[in-house]
């Protein structure tokens, strides 16, 4: 069936996720209001996922625009799929539930519909309120995320959450989590950085012979936040062979780079707060990429991270020393 943007990808617990999903990382210069206006603009144009987190220091914002717009009628609340996640510095299992309930206040909601171990890797608790204050400098802790696992399981007992997922994880992290004694709920999903440059082949094999979605971030070539991307890294909208296949399509470069994963059976995230690029990248329902061109897109895989979070490369969940 041709995908549209209601089209929506049945996770293994039965709850069901959009395939596009607006992502709204923003850096911390960025006028938090903008991410709010964007959040509002997305819903009025069809967008029903939206993707945040307590480390983006906006769920205050984004809630705002949900809420708002359950509050003019234009969606319910359960035709929206609210993803969070938890911080580094959350998961000790005390912590877990306290590091949700926070995300519930601030975005204003009485459960949210996924949410997300942001990293397998565990950070010191700071305290402190602001959340970019709290991450500098990072100090590793040395939580077991099994530990962290079944915290979030009690929490989707107890209805806080709908899913439970996590991000960033290897094959190797996957698979210690699936083979954990008394697992009860197996991840729904994977996020992680996946696009033209990045094609994750191989992880997205092992996700999907678990029945575990993979979600990809950072498609349209990141934020390119100076903080977190090396700004010498190439820019992915600008690639020659994209922008050639993008002119014969008469699309952007945005929209093939967008339709290339979601005809990989990947769930898209994209971040734009303007409406006009928002409305734009929902044109990727509206065309579909030939097999010789989806190999010609291909070709352009060069495993590269435009986010390999380098801070984090001496802590022993590093996840991306293993081939994947
Ligand atoms: P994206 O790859 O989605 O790219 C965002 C950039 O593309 C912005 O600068 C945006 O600018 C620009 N853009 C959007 N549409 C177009 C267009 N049609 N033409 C040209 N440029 C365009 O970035 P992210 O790395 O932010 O990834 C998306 C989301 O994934 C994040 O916002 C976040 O929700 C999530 N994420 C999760 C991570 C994790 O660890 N789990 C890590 C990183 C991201 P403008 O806003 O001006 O349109």
Redesign the pocket.
Known sequence: MALTKDSRITLNDGNRMPVIGL???AAPDVPRNLGEEATKAAIDLGYRHI???YI?GNEAEVGNAIRAKIADGTVKREDIFYTG?LWCTYFSPELVRKGLEKSLKDVGLDYLDLF?M??PFSLKPSGAENPYDAEQPFAYDNVDFCATWEALEACKDAGLVKSIGV??FNRRQLERLLNKPGLKYKPVCN?V?C?LYLSQSKLHTYCKSKDIVLVA????????DKNWVDLSLPVL?EDPVLNKIAAKYHR????VAMRFILQKGIVV??????PN?LK??LGVFEFEIKSEDMKTLESLDKNLH??PFKEMKQHPEYPFHDEY
Do not use: I, M
């Not at 971030?217 to 390119?224: I, P």
């Not at 952007?252 to 929209?255: D, G, I, K, T």
């Not at 995230?269 to 303007?274: E, G």
């Open positions: 992502g709204t990382y993707d945040c987190a983006y996640k997300l942001h990293w991000s960033n996020q950085e696009h971030y950072s498609v349209l070539g990141s934020h390119r909208l952007s470069p945005a929209e995230l994209a971040k734009s707060f303007s690029r734009q990248n435009f986010g």
